[in-house]
Every structure is written in structure tokens, then in C-alpha cells.
């Protein structure tokens, strides 16, 4: 993938995951939606960051109609992670995701630890186990959150690059590797909280939309203590995603703020354990 190939590589994750939303769609839940503007330039911003530091993890599939498929992965220290893995509707089943998957795979051929976070489409899932990747299922909490519940949060507080070490500290205590320069990232596009105090640490970012894109603290009461004040900061309707069995933590919150449980996908792992106390994003784990 180049830089050129960006916004291409984005229409095709775009129209691959419109398709499986619509296709996994529950009869309960809403009508899937295409990306927003915002959302596309963060895909994009996000991508072109992952071009820039592993260009060697970011493939394409092309053929003379243009982009057919996309695979951005990256390393950061010991741990390889999957970012993005499309295929275009109509052109899957037809050999074209396993070799980019395993263009991806080769970059990380020298990493201990392997992390993605994977849907629930049966064929892709199928093709991580048979990779090695063992497979954790996903759970999320939505909902309207119940304000009159929410605690007095203290000792947290805006975040700034000057965390960086901090939370570096924190993501390789929790997946076995700091997350570096997507830290800088991260920063340009999203609002970081963090709690630092001598019983624990922690921090939180919070997306454009205002929900929690990740999470990482040294003990469940800091944990607890900055998801509730995403939840505080963040809009009436909240989301949490990106929950395994390991935290149950934040289910304690979720249900306290009386929000709403279901499962899709799931964290799919090679060579280390769910991490904790963590949530992870989806791209960026």
C-alpha cells in the first residue's frame, strides 16, 4: 500500500464492512450505516500513520477494475497487530484475502505476540484460527446511560504527550508491548484522560463521538475509576466495546450505569492472554 492507494483503500474497507454489518445484522439492531465524514478522515489519517511506520504491513489487492482488497498491519515491539482486513462484496471467495493476510503475517514473522480484533463473519474467523490465533469472544455495552448513578470521579485529569511514557508503561504491563508512535497519533485525533496516583494508573481515550476507544490501567479500581468518567464526559447515548471475559470490570460499570449487554466478534490472540485490566481498540488494539 502507498500513500496514493489511502483513500481508494478506504472505500473498499468502507463498502466491505457496510456488507457484513448489513449481512450480521440482528432484527433487533439499528439499519447499518455508511462511515461519516468524520469517520472517513479518521480512517484515513489513521491508515496513511500506518503507512508511515510499517509500510511493509500494508498490502493491497488490485486488479484492472482498481482496489479489490486491503490488509494494514504493524509491529510495535515484541507484538504484531492487524489493523484493517477487507475484501470487496462480490469479490470474496475468490482467493484474494489469504495472501494479503499473509503479507500482513510476514511482517510480524519475527513478533512473540499476535493481536487482532476480529467480526463475526464465520469465513474470516475460520482463517485466523487456522493461522494459530486463538479466539476470545467479544462482548459491548450500549445504551443511555443512567446519570443519575454516576459517581463523584477525582483524580483524573486531562491528558498530553508528556503520558506517553506512563502509558507505554501501562500497554506493556497489559499486552506485552507499549504503543509508541500511535500514541502520537491517537493524540491529534482524540481526548485523553489519565488518572496517576500511588495506588494505580491508568489512562483513557475518548473518539471523536466521544466514547471510549481504549483503556489501559495497572488495577480494576483505576480502571473502574476512568471508565466512569469517560462515561460522565461522554454523550447520553454511550458505547463500550471491545470487552473480553477478562474484564469483567467494566461489566460492573456498564450495568451499574444501567447500559445494555451483547456480544460480536471476538479478540483473536497468538502467544499471549486477554489482556487486563484493558480495553483494547479496534484497530489499534
Known sequence: MTQEDV?????????????????????????????????????????RHLVRTDPGGCWVAEDESGLVGIATSFRREVLWCLATYAVLPGRQGQGIGKPLLAAALQHGRACTRRMLSASSDTTAVRVYHQAGFELHPQMYLTGRVDRSVLPVVEKVREGSAADVELMDSLDRAARGAGHGVDHEAMLATWRLLVSDTTTGSGYAYLDERGRLALLAASNRRTATRLLWAVLAEGPETATVPHLTGANQWALDVGFAARLELHTEGYLALHGMKPPSPYVHNGALL
Open 7 to 47: 483513500p481508494e483503500a478506504e472505500r473498499v474497507s468502507d463498502e466491505g464492512f457496510f456488507e457484513l454489518d448489513s449481512r450480521m445484522r440482528r432484527a433487533t439492531a439499528p439499519e447499518p450505516t455508511r462511515r461519516t465524514a468524520i469517520h472517513r478522515d479518521s480512517w484515513i489519517r489513521r491508515t
